[in-house]
Each structure stands twice: as structure tokens, then as C-alpha cells.
């Protein structure tokens, strides 16, 4: 198993996810290579900024080289629905932050915590889905089909390497 150590400079949380392996880690470490980046709505880029959805579409779009719809309840639509009790890590989380449901989503780590860009305090960082805030406006998660179907992630591979070969596991830890 291959393990790996993400410092994030400006953040003072500690996450404990669970293993992650293949398409999902993408996704994963896509969402976490971007904390502290400041939020911009309608934002796309993260020189830039970037909204929620913007922050999806980005990691999915670079990790997987999937293009999803533009607004956080247009992701909502995509893959299939997943439990809150069997949320994996890379699955999309979605919150009622609007008073509509499927108006915020995130990025699931694992240890119920996700990554998402808030308009609130302005940077993309991690949150615990318990906290009573997240935890009341929780409306529902996606999987992507990539994901289902254990396909490794669009270039996550090394030049030249099988496509049918196993994506190796990586524990995400993260320090201050």
C-alpha cells in the first residue's frame, strides 16, 4: 500500500479518511489539493476562485477527465444515489443551503468529512458532516458510474500502463 502525506498550509484541521484507491482518489486528492483556494461565485479556475460546483466539476474534469453540469442540483442528477450510511470517499455530498434541496455540494473524504468552497468565510476547506449545520441540511450523495465500475481515473495511470491493471490504495493523512 502506498501512503502519502498532504500539507496544507493555513489549515489546522486533521482528517482521518479511509483508504482510497483508484478513480476516487483523484477526486479526493483533487478536492484537497485545493483547500485554502478562495471562493469566487461562478467561479471555475482556482487561480481565480472557486464556487462549489466549481470546485466538482473542476476535480472531475482534471482527476477523471468527466465534465459535469454547472449547478451543484444539475451534479445532483448524475450517477446513481448513495446512502448517507455508505458514503465512500469521492462520493458528492449535497446540502440544502438555499432552502432548496441538491443547492451546495462537496466532496466526500471519508470519516465524515468532506471538501467544499463556502460563500461563508471565502476558501475552499474541510468540514465534519456532524457539525449541526451540515448535519440538518444534509439533502443527499451521488457516485459517479466510474466510480461503481472500479475503472482507474483518466491519467491517473503511467504512460504505457495497462488499463485493467489495480489501482494501488492510498491512505490520505493530512497534518497542520
Known sequence: MLGATVLLSGWSGR??????AGAASELVF????LVGTPYRYGG???ASGLDCSGLVRYVART???????????????VGVAVDRQQLQPGDFVFFDTLGRPFSHVGVYLGD???????????????ERMSEPYWQSRFSGARRLEALL?????????????EASAPAEAVDLVIRP
Open 15 to 20: 482528517l482521518n479518511a479511509q483508504p482510497v
Open 30 to 33: 483533487g478536492a484537497v489539493g
Open 44 to 46: 471555475e479556475d482556482p
Open 63 to 77: 482527476g477523471l477527465g468527466i465534465q459535469l453540469p454547472r449547478q451543484a442540483e444539475e451534479i445532483g442528477r
Open 112 to 126: 465524515g468529512q468532506f471538501v467544499h468552497s463556502p460563500a461563508r468565510r471565502g476558501r475552499v476547506r474541510v
Open 149 to 161: 465500475l472500479g475503472e482507474p481515473a483518466a491519467g491517473a495511470a503511467g504512460a504505457g500502463a
